[in-house]
């Protein structure tokens, strides 16, 4: 089965979090997990980090930590996302070593280029839809995922309320990952492990 999710982790930490997890990634459909929570004290994201390093290694995922190198060299992570205020892909880089260092490309063509010009090792565009995870964020066009496949020799990985019913269509455009998190961990209707099946 092909690799197409980009998962990021809930807001929170839930008790039963980990096990899910692991039920998740059985599944085998998940390229990247990203972790990113906001407002907690970097001991205990290293720690959780740590945990969820063990599950992602198991069953041969990329752990990402969303904006933070630091916590990402400490966690042994496989690198990291940064946002256009997270600091430099060229220094992130350079502190991470060989690891990713993927960016938030927004709905911007220059901000791609630059991205690509300081060798990012992924770009990030959206958000395609309304997301309950940004509900500010600014919101993209399909276009620009068919200009990436076209001018970026790079993965490109979508975001923003994607969901079961309109991710092929985003693939389509010219993403090769699905970034996803409410439906899966947010979902009233469908515990993760069935959410997760759904992205084929």
């Not at 004290?41 to 290293?46: A, M, Q, R, S």
């Not at 205020?85 to 070593?97: F, R």
Request: hydrophobic residues 40%; aromatic residues 8%; glycine residues 4%.
């Amino acid at each position: 089965m092909k690799k197409l999710v980009y998962l990021i982790s809930p807001n929170k930490i839930y008790d039963n979090f980990y096990d899910d997890l692991k039920k998740v990634l059985k599944i085998k459909n998940v390229k990247f997990f990203q972790l990113r929570i906001k407002k907690t004290k970097k001991i205990k994201l290293i720690k959780i980090a740590k945990e969820i390093r063990k599950i992602t290694k198991k069953y041969k995922v990329e752990l990402i930590i969303n904006d933070n190198p630091n916590i990402a060299k400490s966690a042994n992570a496989d690198g990291c996302h940064l946002g256009q205020n997270d600091g430099s892909i060229i220094e992130a880089k350079k502190y991470l070593k060989k690891k990713i260092v993927g960016v938030t490309c927004h709905n911007s063509k220059s901000l791609a280029l630059y991205a690509v010009q300081d060798k990012a090792d992924y770009l990030a565009f959206g958000s395609f839809n309304k997301s309950k995870l940004k509900p500010h964020a600014k919101k993209a066009k399909l276009n620009i995922l068919k200009w990436a496949k076209k001018n970026i020799k790079k993965p490109i990985v979508a975001i923003g309320g994607i969901n079961d019913s309109n991710y092929k269509k985003i693939i389509k455009s010219g993403a090769k990952y699905i970034a996803i998190s409410s439906f899966i961990w947010d979902n009233p209707k469908l515990k993760p492990e069935i959410a997760i099946k759904k992205f084929k």
